[in-house]
Structure formats: C-alpha cells, structure tokens
C-alpha cells in the first residue's frame, strides 16, 4: 500500500506471476511420469479414472449414450486391433493426419500443419512415448489453456467400431499418436462431441500458445501470396476455409466446401514469361483433391523444368495439392494464420520474436458487462487496459503492402504529405474461456470483440483518478476488432506512438463469460489493467464541517440524555426522523436498519456509542452521500442500478 497527502493507493498482484509458474500444469493433477511409474510396479494398464472410457466420454447428443452412432462402439487398446501399433512412425508427415466420423476438420488440418515443425510437434507431443519398453497404457500431450501450457494424460483405450477407429486415424494404420491427441483434447473439453464444428485457428492457438488471425479473401486482397509466404517462414501455422451455407459438399472441381484445409508451402514458378504463384494445400480427410489447374494431374507440370517438377508434384490420393493464387482466392473464403510466440520459437526464432502481455477477466452482468456500443452509458463499466506504444516499426524495402495493411516492418509506415508517419503494429487477440466445456449445457459461444481509444497525453495525468470515468466518453477511437461469435477474436492493428485504451466486451450488456486478453507486438510495449489498482481520492473523501441545525442538535441531546452519546437504537430513532423528509421522496421509503446503525457506530464512534461531535462528522456525510446520490440516481427512481452506484462510488472518491 502506498499513501500520500492526499490518495490512497492498492496494487494487485497476479498470485501466479512469480517464478516456477512457467511448466506446464497438471491437468486434473495427474502427472504422466508418476502414474507410468506406479503402472509399471504394479504390473497393471493404466485406466484414466478422470476420462472413463464409455458413453459419456463420447458425447451428449449426436454421440450420447442413447444414440445410434454410439451402438456397438468398444473400447480398444491399440494392440488388441492392430498388429505392431507404433506412437509416431519414423517417416511419419503431413499426410498421416485422417478424419472419422467426427465434424472435427478444424482441429485435425491444424494437427497436419503441426507436423510441419518438429519443433513444434515435440512441444504437443512430448517425444519418449511408445508401446515398446516401459509401456502402460499411459500417454500425454501439452496443450495452451488460456495463458498457461496444461499437461494432459490419457489412457490408450480408443473408441472402435467394427474393428475400425471411430474417430481421426493415420493413413499409416499402426501409428497412434494423432487419435491419442484427439482423445486428450477431448478429455480437456468434456467429450469428443464437443469437438464438433470449429475455426483451425483454435486448434492452431492450443496447440503452440500463439495468436490466430482470420483474413476474409477479396478477389483484390493486396500481397496475399507474400504474406502467406512471409508467415510460413516465421513458422505460423495457416489454414483455409471454403464457407458454406448447407453443411459440407463436393464441388465440381474436387474442392469441399464449408470445410477447413491445411496451407502447407508456397511456390513460385516461371511459364515463359509469366511468374505464376502456387499454394499447397491438405484436405484432412487424406483424400479429395483440387482437380483444376496445377493439381496432380493437370498438364501445365510438364512446362516445368523436370527438377522442379519432381520437387513439387507428388501424383498421389493424400488430400495434398498444389493451386494457383487466383484459383484460391475464388475458392476459398477465409484465411486462418496462428503466429507463434518467443515462448514455443525459442530465443532466436526465424524472422524476429514477440514482446507479450496476458491479462485474465471476465465480464460479469450488472457489474461490468456493459455491451458493445460506446454511445451506451453502461458501455464504460467494461474492463479497460491501458496499452504504451513508444517505439514504431523499423521501416524496410518492400513494394508489396501486406493484407493486413503490413505486419511488423513491411507496410508499418503510412504514407503522409511531406513524409511518412511511424506507426507501431501490435496484435490484440480476444479468448472466450471455457466455452467449449459448456456446448453440453446448450452454452454457445458469445459475440464479442473491442474497441481501441487514443488517450490524449494531456489526459495521463488524471487517469489514475477515480473521476477519469467522466474523460471516457470524449475519446476518439482508434480501431476496433469485428464482432463474432468465435473463440479467439483478434485484430493487428496500426498505430502512431502513444498511449491507448483497449476495452474488451461482449455484443449484449449482461451477457456473462471469462476472457484472455493478450497483447502482442514486435517491438517493446507496456500494458496495465485499469482496475488494478485501486485507489481513493482524499479530497473526495474529506467532508466540510457543517454545524447542526439546533433543532438536531436538541434531538440528539434529548435521545442521549445524561451519557451525552447514543447506542444504536438511540442513532436509529434520530436517523429515521432526521432523514424523513428525504425518505418522503423515495418511491419505496425504508427505514434505516439497526444493523446499519451498529455499523454506523463502528466507522464513526467507538463502537458501542456515538457523541455528538462524531455524529456531527456523520451527519456532513451523510448529506454529501445523499447529494451524490440524488446526482446519479438519473431517473429519480430513488434506487440505483449498478452502473448508477459504480458511477457514484467513483464520485465519492472510492
């Protein structure tokens, strides 16, 4: 605590931000190394008593235990259905990941992009496990929650059917490490039906601790093929959707629309004197390929140069295939990319690092859910972080301005008459924790997004004031996230040094959810939360002395009697006549209760009575609390709400 003359000041501290928090958590407490031990003295298998295999595991609806789809389903320890079951094959790629029955395409183009990286993998799918030596039945896999990396044992029973996986398998049919991830993320969610239906860049995002973008294609998106080129040498993992209005289905040229494909490289090539740029894509079912120009078959390969060709065209059914630019724009939708942080990179991650701040919250109704709309008055009871950009992008060459107006260097310095302006880039991203755990409960994701405001520096000084909630409402936006109903919300913005106002909120004011805000940027940043630190205005807080009128004061004289103080039934009998007339007023006039009145005597007396000069204190402020209230009780309703009361307290200096 510090104190001054005249403010009080109460710093939070995040009780998990000390050392030795950096290791991934347990989840449920269960420690692989410990359980595979135990396992192994006792001779047994391990059964995972916290993902029971059975019904449940499988789902609640389509999948629950009722259900047609879940009639005849065993479950099967790898080597009961297979002859030598391996935990990752030694040629193990891109091309192992295959889709079930289960609408989880977005979560499994995002596991084919992970094998890209060994890096990467090694980190979800921590190396050391098989089904050879020291094999028991226990496996485990790390994955990002919302700030932390959480470890996550699994037992190795999968959910068969006909002798077959239910779910996703591998093309090479002993390896088993991608079902075994599948049915550890969905033991961190509830069930393997809550994996139904979702964006890659959630996957992408708990799967490196990264922050994913969604870039909606235009047929004259600017530097698209550079940025995706630009991305995929940083590492980022990167994905693509064809949208659809009617669930998933073929189309005439091998696509499948309304489904999520992995973007795996990128190529230039010479035809003549024409530069063509080509992507390579993965369908994750290991199958249905692009038919068009540039796919497997197509005869613009044999124009190429045969070392070229050989290095790029594999004429194989594996769900991989290359497309033109032009093609993919037309076909595709969106574009999904999760950039990686320092944390998974290393400390000397290809093409630079990030600089990062997390914040945890949550928006609670009738306290701090205000809604979307700034011009609404609840609006400013939303949490708030304050964001510091001081140094701008370093500037480069580079002719072709990025997608996203330019990321990092390229693109980073507006144009301006008689020069050009610096600006900072940093990425803000948005996580709705927890959803997914609800889908059982009929819970859905809610619509949510922000808002950034420039804070003028003339405003700095007063903005750790308890009153600075009535400089909120002249400020001028600088940018905002869109506003959907998705997981992870972000926005690369672009912005002149200074200092800036972050507001986090769901569309509907009340709607209630936990939230992760993180803040990203190439170059240094500072970044605090508003309401971490709390603070009192003294000068709020000292009340003038106001003589009592006599009348009062012969009151007060006549209720003590020969103690010269008051208990407090005394005080209730004096308040309840003193304040009659401003109780006449009130809609639902009420007696102040003795319970009140004993607190009144601890704040103001000694605790047992009250003299007159302490009443005398009492009484000051008690008439300037009714002056703040009837200020902000707006409707004269002679109640508050909670933004009316959040808007008096601060006035009162609290």
Not at 325 to 335: I, K, P
Not at 431 to 459: C, W
Not at 483 to 496: I, M
Request: hydrophobic share 35%.
């Amino acid at each position: 605590m510090a104190c001054g003359s005249r403010r009080v000041t109460i710093q939070l501290v995040d009780e998990e931000a000390g050392p030795g928090t950096r290791g991934p958590k347990p989840f449920r407490g269960q420690r692989y190394e410990a359980i595979r031990a135990a396992c192994l003295d006792e001779g047994i298998l391990f059964c995972d008593p916290y993902f029971p295999a059975g019904p449940d595991a499988l789902g609640y609806d389509e999948l629950g235990p009722d259900s047609e789809k879940a009639k005849g389903v065993e479950w099967l320890r790898p080597q009961e259905f297979c002859a030598e079951p391996q935990f990752i094959c030694e040629d193990m790629s891109r091309t192992d990941v295959c889709q079930g029955r289960l609408g989880n395409c977005w979560f499994l183009a995002a596991a084919a992009s992970l094998t890209l990286y060994p890096r990467l993998l090694c980190r979800v799918v921590p190396p050391g496990q098989g089904f050879q030596g020291g094999y028991a039945g226990v496996f485990h896999f790390q994955l990002w929650q919302f700030g932390r990396w959480v470890d996550v044992v699994v037992d190795d029973r999968l959910p068969v059917r006909d002798g077959k996986l239910m779910f996703v398998r591998s093309d090479q049919r002993n390896e088993f490490w991608a079902p075994l991830l599948e049915k550890a993320y969905a033991k961190l969610h509830g069930s393997y039906e809550v994996m139904r239906g979702g964006h890659m860049n959630e996957a992408f995002v708990d799967f490196t601790g990264g922050v994913g973008e969604v870039l909606y294609l235009r047929r004259d998106t600017p530097g698209l093929f550079s940025a995706l080129r630009h991305a995929l040498a940083k590492e980022s993992l990167v994905g693509a959707t064809a949208l659809s209005d009617r669930g998933e289905y073929r189309t005439e040229d091998g696509l499948v629309k309304g489904h999520a494909y992995s973007v795996t490289g990128t190529y230039k090539v010479s035809l003549g004197f024409t530069k063509v740029r080509l992507l390579r894509l993965r369908n994750p079912w290991g199958r249905v390929e692009w038919t068009g120009a540039w796919s497997d078959s197509c005869p613009r390969w044999d124009a190429l140069p045969a070392e070229c060709r050989d290095a790029l065209l594999v004429k194989k059914e594996d769900g991989e295939f290359w497309m033109g630019l032009e093609d993919f724009v037309r076909c595709f939708n969106t574009v999904q990319v999760c950039s990686l942080s320092p944390e998974v990179l290393g400390p000397s991650p290809a093409g630079g690092g990030w600089h990062i701040h997390t914040f945890q919250g949550r928006w609670v109704r009738g306290f701090n859910s205000g809604g979307s709309q700034p011009g609404n008055e609840t609006f400013w009871t939303n949490p708030q972080f304050r964001l510091t950009l001081l140094e701008p992008d370093e500037e480069e060459d580079d002719d072709e301005e990025g997608p996203w107006g330019g990321w990092g260097a390229a693109g980073a310095w507006g144009p301006a008459r008689g020069g050009r302006i610096p600006k900072c880039t940093v990425l803000l991203s948005l996580i709705q924790r927890n959803r997914r755990r609800l889908r059982a409960q009929g819970l859905t994701y809610l619509t949510v997004g922000f808002h950034v405001f420039q804070i003028p520096e003339e405003l700095l000084g007063l903005w750790d004031s308890p009153r600075s909630r009535a400089l909120l409402p002249g400020l001028l936006r600088a940018d905002r996230s869109p506003f959907c109903a998705r997981r992870d919300v972000s926005r690369r913005c672009r912005l002149r040094p200074g200092h800036y106002l972050v507001v986090p909120s769901a569309t509907r004011a009340g709607d209630e959810a936990d939230f992760t805000l993180r803040v990203f940027s190439e170059r240094r940043h500072t970044a605090v939360e508003i309401d971490d630190v709390i603070s009192a205005d003294l000068h709020a807080l000292l009340v003038p002395y106001v003589p009592l009128e006599l009348g009062l004061e012969q009151l007060f004289q006549e209720l003590a009697g020969e103690e010269e103080a008051l208990s407090a039934p005394q005080l209730q009998t004096l308040l309840s006549i003193a304040l009659e007339p401003a109780r006449s007023h009130a809609r639902t006039p009420r007696e102040i209760g003795l319970r009140t009145c004993e607190q009144l005597l601890r704040c103001f007396g000694n605790g047992r009575s009250l003299t007159l000069h302490h009443f005398q204190q009492l009484w000051g402020h008690l008439l300037e609390w009714q002056a703040t209230f009837d200020k902000f009780d707006e409707d004269a309703s002679g109640t508050m709400n909670s933004y009316e009361l959040r808007l008096a307290l601060n006035a009162a200096g609290v």
